[in-house]
């Protein structure tokens, strides 16, 4: 399972009747982060009327957490229609900011809404992808001669070894492809058991 996130930030600029609409892509992992590049964006362009924006996070077939603000403009008319673009360009872990310096001739809410999705839409369909691959943290146990395995399975499915800890038992900590994971939850089996799975795009609770 994987899926489409940018890969770098990115830019486009349109303008309607005058009005100038900046507008910005960003890669983002939390809610927290894409607040923090918001804020960013009101202080590099004070003097803008508005600071629209939108994200969505995690597989953008079933985001776990979405976000939009219109800052003042008409309640519908910006947010919306930059996270009805987003939800439509199949891109997930994405945030974008549009930034508008009104250029004295009003839109009306029609026309806001359709400048917001254009705007939306410019930066997002120029903007560079990469595949991020869906992963799951597993911690197993087992006795000491199990590490090696994992290590060597690890090494052909193309996981990680997070981290290991010994006690009685060796509890080793995996990140592991979840397209894979089912096929190798059953080698498992007789192998090591299963203390803890979660997907790594959920947050943690």
């Not at 359709?114 to 595949?131: C, D, F, G, K, N």
């Amino acid at each position: 399972m994987s899926y489409a996130m940018p890969a770098h930030p990115h830019e486009a600029e349109i303008e309607i009747k005058k009005s100038r609409f900046l507008a910005f892509a960003h890669p983002i992992d939390s809610r927290e982060q894409a607040m923090a590049i918001v804020a960013d964006y009101k202080a590099a362009y004070p003097d803008a009327r508005h600071h629209c924006w939108a994200y969505q996070l995690g597989d953008p077939a079933c985001a776990y957490n979405a976000g939009m603000d219109d800052d003042g403009e008409p309640s519908g008319t910006a947010g919306k229609p930059i996270l009805n673009v987003l939800s439509h360009k199949d891109v997930g872990d994405v945030l974008v900011v549009v930034v508008r310096y009104f250029g004295g001739v009003k839109l009306g809410a029609g026309g806001l809404t359709r400048a917001y999705a254009q705007s939306a839409q410019a930066v997002m369909e120029t903007l560079p992808v990469i595949e991020k691959v869906a992963m799951v943290e597993v911690q197993v146990t087992g006795d000491f001669a199990c590490e090696q395995w994992l290590r060597h399975q690890a090494a052909q499915f193309d996981a990680e070894v997070a981290a290991v800890d010994y006690g009685q038992t060796v509890c080793v900590t995996l990140h592991w492809p979840q397209a894979s994971w089912p096929e190798f939850e059953a080698m498992l089996e007789g192998q090591a058991s299963i203390e803890h799975w979660k997907r790594m795009d959920e947050p943690s609770t």
